[in-house]
């Protein structure tokens, strides 16, 4: 069965960074495209990061050069590096992993199919 366990989150300061983890079990993540998602209380979830196969990655416009999307293939593990937080970006964060048949999501400028999903890990930043 595929697991996805995500880690990092917690509380910071505006102006602080996190990163945040995606360990996988039972799922290659060299081989898939991922991404990154969050949920704010009373809002739609939103995609926030995504990585193709290929390494190509996407941002939703709100984080664009404050977070990284990465592959630690060494670890089957996904990356979300998070630097200039601002209270705007308090939610949780979910890990969600692709497949040819996966359920059609939008990523910033990118569509691809996801079809697991992580419990999320909760992040608070104050001000």
């Known amino acids: 069965q595929v697991t996805l366990e995500e880690s990092g989150g917690g509380s910071v300061q505006a102006g602080g960074s996190l990163r945040l983890s995606c360990r996988a079990s039972g799922y290659n993540i060299g081989l898939n495209a991922m991404a990154w998602f969050r949920q704010k209380p009373g809002k739609e979830r939103e995609g926030v990061a995504a990585?193709?196969?290929?390494?190509?990655?996407a941002y939703t416009d709100s984080v664009k050069g404050r977070f990284t999307i990465s592959k630690d293939t060494a670890e089957n593990t996904l990356v979300l590096q998070m630097n200039a937080l601002n209270p705007e970006d308090t939610a949780m964060y979910y890990c969600?992993?692709?497949?040819?048949?996966?359920?059609?999501?939008?990523?910033?400028?990118?569509?691809?199919?996801?079809?697991?999903w992580g419990h999320g890990t909760q992040v608070t930043v104050s001000s």
């Open positions: 990585i193709e196969r290929d390494g190509s990655t």
């Open positions: 969600a992993a692709g497949h040819p048949f996966g359920a059609w999501h939008v990523v910033g400028p990118m569509s691809l199919r996801l079809a697991y």
